[in-house]
């Protein structure tokens, strides 16, 4: 059974930075798209960031700049360095990776205090 563990979320304030995390356990492939989600209640999911197999990567237009996805490809693993926080970036944010499936984490919690 594949699964994905978040870690790294927390409070902070307004202008810090903060580095999540997604480790894989359980899979004998690897994804050829790993992503970052996030969701705030009431909302629908959305995409954050997303890098593929190669390298080639893909952000949302309020975080363009700001956040920065990598991925240690063959590993699933992933990472997504956030600086320049803002209150709005406040989500709980969920790792994804994709290889004929999807697969989700059960998200991390972000809070940022203005």
């Known amino acids: 059974q594949v699964q994905l563990v978040e870690s790294g979320g927390g409070l902070v304030q307004a202008g810090e930075s903060l580095t999540l995390s997604c480790a894989e356990y359980?899979?004998?492939?690897?994804?050829?798209?790993m992503a970052w989600y996030r969701q705030v209640p009431g909302k629908q999911r959305e995409l954050v960031a997303i890098i593929t197999s190669s390298g080639r990567t893909n952000y949302a237009a309020p975080v363009k700049g700001r956040f920065t996805i990598s991925r240690d490809y063959p590993k699933n693993t992933a990472t997504l360095q956030m600086n320049g926080l803002k209150p709005e970036d406040t989500a709980l944010y969920y790792c994804?990776?994709?290889?004929?499936?999807?697969?989700w984490g059960q998200g991390t919690q972000v809070t940022v205090s203005s």
């Open positions: 359980g899979a004998i492939f690897s994804f050829e798209d």
């Open positions: 994804w990776g994709h290889y004929v499936n999807e697969y």
